[in-house]
């Protein structure tokens, strides 16, 4: 079992930066990847990012590649999803999860958080 803590969530002007962070507890070392991930009303849950806690391998979303950087700190367990220049269309709930694979597919994730809302205005 593994359990997710999402946080750093709120309201932001466009332009603006928030720092999102997922603190995870159990049986965390089964899971090798963290990932990111975010639902906006009405669509699909989407890949943002992911980083594994060994190599420190990550993948971003094209869509958020240069203005996103996810980050770990293994001594404290937590993963951190630094979010600049944000655009009304980074709206969303945005969920941290684990895997066992570099996977962008949110089938591939065993254990999810509750997540967090980030709400950009225009």
């Known amino acids: 079992q593994v359990q997710l803590v999402e946080s750093g969530g709120g309201l932001v002007q466009s332009g603006g930066s928030l720092r999102l962070s997922c603190a995870a507890s159990?049986?965390?070392?089964?899971?090798?990847?963290m990932g990111w991930f975010r639902q906006a009303p009405g669509k699909e849950r989407d890949f943002v990012a992911l980083i594994t806690w060994s190599g420190g391998t990550t993948y971003y979303a094209d869509s958020v590649k240069g203005r996103f950087t996810i980050s770990r700190d293994n001594a404290k367990n937590t993963v951190y999803l630094q979010m600049n220049s944000l655009k009304p269309e980074d709206k969303a709930v945005y969920y941290c999860a684990v895997s066992a694979r570099n996977s962008r597919n949110s089938d591939d994730y065993a254990y999810w958080g509750q997540g967090t809302q980030v709400t950009v205005s225009s």
């Open positions: 159990g049986r965390t070392y089964r899971w090798p990847t």
